[in-house]
Each structure stands twice: as C-alpha cells, then as structure tokens.
C-alpha cells in the first residue's frame, strides 16, 4: 500500500493525512472515492477502461439533427420514432439506432427517352423532375430504393402520356402534358410508398429523331407560315371591318337624312299647294300675278343679263373656249351690246301728219349690267 493512502499506519514519523476546513462535505467523499478508483497502482488499466466506456455511453446517447435533416430511430431494427431537427438523447447502440435524412434537399432527375405518339409517330422527349423527401420512415423502409422508383415511375407516366397525345399536341403543348404527368407521377409515388413529393417536373423539350428531323423542321415552318399568315389576315380584318361598319352607318346616316328631307320638302310642297289653293280661290287674279312675278325672279336670279337702253333684256351666254392652255378653259368675250343689238336706223313721226320720216339713230346701251 501506498505510504499515503487514506487509513495506512505510517511509523516512519510521516504526517498525518490533511484534512480540509469546514467539517465532512458530500462532496470530499466523491472526489476520495474518485481518487480510491484511480490513484492506485493494482487495477488501474480496468479502471481507465471503465471510464472510456462511461464516456462512449455518454456520446453514444447523445445526437443532434441538423435543420435540414431528421432522424428515424430504430430500437432493435424496428422503427421507434422520428427525431425533429435539435439535440436528443437515445439509447445506447445497440439497443437503439438513428438513420439520418436530408429532408429539406432539393434532387433532380433528368433524361431523355424516345416515346411513341397515338399517331404513330416517334419523339425524343426531355424529361426533367425535381423532388425531395416527404417522409423520412417511407423513404427509408417504405420501397427498396425510393429515387429509383421514382425514375421508374416517372419513365413510365411521360410514356403514357405522351402515347395518348398526338405528335403536333407534343411539340407544341407541353405545358398540359407536363401538368397531366406530375400529377400522375405523384399519385405513383404515393402508392409506392416512397415518401417523395415532386416539386416540379418539366418536359423541356421534344423534338423528332435525327433521321427525320428535315421533313419535321418543314412542317413546322408550314405551320409557323400558316399562323403568320392568319395573323396577318386577322390583322386586316380587324382594320377593314370596322372601317366597312363605319362607311355604311355613314351612307345609312344620310340616306336617313335625305329620306327625311325629302319627306319633309315634299310635306311642306304639298301645305303650300294647299294654301295656294285656297288663295287663288279667294283672289285668283292677284294669287296669279305674284305668282308669275315669283317665278320670273327665280328664273332671273340666277341667269346673268345685260340691260340695252330701250328697256329689252338680253340675256349674257358664256362660253368655254376649247383651245384654252394651262388646264383651265379661257372664257369667250363678253357680247357686246353691239354685237346683241345692232345699230337701227329709224325716222321719227313728222309733226304735220301720221308719216314716219325717220328716227335719230342709236349707237348703243346706256348701261350694261352684269
């Protein structure tokens, strides 16, 4: 024994053990048992292998889920729970087990497979799918391996879909087929009991195989023609139209207005007659002569004259001249009242009897009027 083990009889005048102020503390018998353990030199080694056990346990039951990730503990091989992201305890293995999941991670799967159309036509589509873990116990132990089944089933929902679709609907309406397939390939994924979920899938492109590729790039520049073109007619019919629309409620317009002039010109003709009538009757010589006086003025209104000196009128006729230059016809020369109303030689009445003798002759009009 050592000579300064708590209890040895040291006769070698050595000194007695020291003790700590204060009276007997709890905690002096822990830490004395603690150096009982290991300050001796007999079991020392089983001692230290006591204490790394003791730590390992420790360790061992203590785990910690990241945010992203969560735990599935198993006791025994059989799912026990599942560990939210945060510090846990367990027990030690091998009773208990913690299989931890990326359940916040975004995969993606992509390809490109060959699929028969409904009408028989082969196209290379794109396949693209995002997804990421639902539920951790499912993805685990719910299939034998959950991203190949997903593959799979994606694989197989684009062919079905697109086998029901013709070649133009692939080409050119995608977005739908993609929608239709997503939705299927989740409903796959549910009953495989796969714990994914798809974030989205896309078929990003589809195009012919290369043996044929020529023939469908001209069909679809005849189809991309054939839009531009109805376009284009579209285009005109809309500003044709409603020009058309407007010319024709314009020509109803004033054939609606021209009807009711007329019926009213007419209607008023028809008053006047009547007041006419019944004036004549009152006066029929006065009625008559205004009348006459009327439309003598109309006439002249809108005749050009020329006034001679004796009263007579004559009336001034103009005359286009058909050799005129400068696009517009010069006007002939006005008639003279001499070339009108020649020169007439007359006598007057001798003062002795009823004979003529002769008159003063005249030379022309006093006055012209225009």
């Not at 905690?27 to 007999?42: A, H, I, K």
């Not at 790039?217 to 058309?244: F, H, T």
């Amino acid at each position: 024994m050592a000579w300064n083990t708590p209890g040895s009889d040291n006769s070698g005048g050595g000194r007695p053990p020291r003790r700590r102020p204060g009276g007997n503390n709890p905690l002096d018998g822990v830490l004395e048992s603690l150096r009982g353990l290991f300050g001796g030199n007999g079991g020392g080694v089983g001692r230290w292998v006591l204490l790394v056990v003791g730590l390992w346990l420790v360790f061992n039951c203590f785990v910690l889920i990241t945010e992203q990730q969560r735990g599935v503990v198993l006791r025994f091989g059989e799912v026990a729970r599942v560990l939210q992201p945060g510090p846990h305890f367990k027990l030690p293995w091998p009773i208990e087990t913690v299989a931890k999941v990326n359940a916040t991670a975004i995969k993606t799967f992509s390809t490109n497979v060959p699929v028969l159309t409904r009408d028989e036509n082969i196209v290379q589509v794109d396949i693209n799918v995002q997804y990421r873990v639902s539920d951790p116990q499912q993805y685990l132990f719910g299939t034998r391996d959950a991203d190949a089944m997903l593959q799979q089933a994606a694989l197989s929902t684009v062919r079905e879909q697109v086998g029901r679709s013709t070649l133009d609907t692939v080409l050119g309406a995608r977005n739908a087929l993609a929608v239709s397939s997503r939705e299927q390939l989740q409903a796959s994924l549910d009953a495989y009991r796969t714990g994914l979920v798809v974030t989205e899938m896309n078929l990003p492109n589809a195009r012919p195989p290369e043996e044929v590729k020529p023939a469908f790039d001209d069909v679809n520049s005849a189809q991309q023609d054939k839009d531009r073109l109805i376009s284009e007619a579209q285009a005109y019919a809309a500003q044709v139209v409603p020009e058309a629309r407007g010319q024709a409620a314009r020509v109803r317009t004033v054939a609606e207005g021209y009807k009711a002039a007329a019926v009213a010109n007419a209607q008023g003709d028809a008053d006047r007659f009547s007041l006419l009538v019944e004036q004549y009757q009152d006066a029929p010589e006065v009625t008559r002569k205004r009348l006459w006086l009327e439309t003598v003025e109309e006439v002249l209104a809108g005749t050009r004259k020329v006034v001679g000196g004796d009263s007579r009128q004559l009336i001034y006729v103009p005359m286009d001249n058909a050799g005129g230059q400068g696009g517009s016809a010069a006007r002939a020369p006005m008639l003279t009242p001499e070339t009108l109303s020649p020169e007439v030689t007359s006598t007057a009445p001798a003062d002795t009897g009823g004979s003529r003798t002769g008159r003063t002759p005249r030379t022309g009009r006093e006055e012209v009027i225009r």
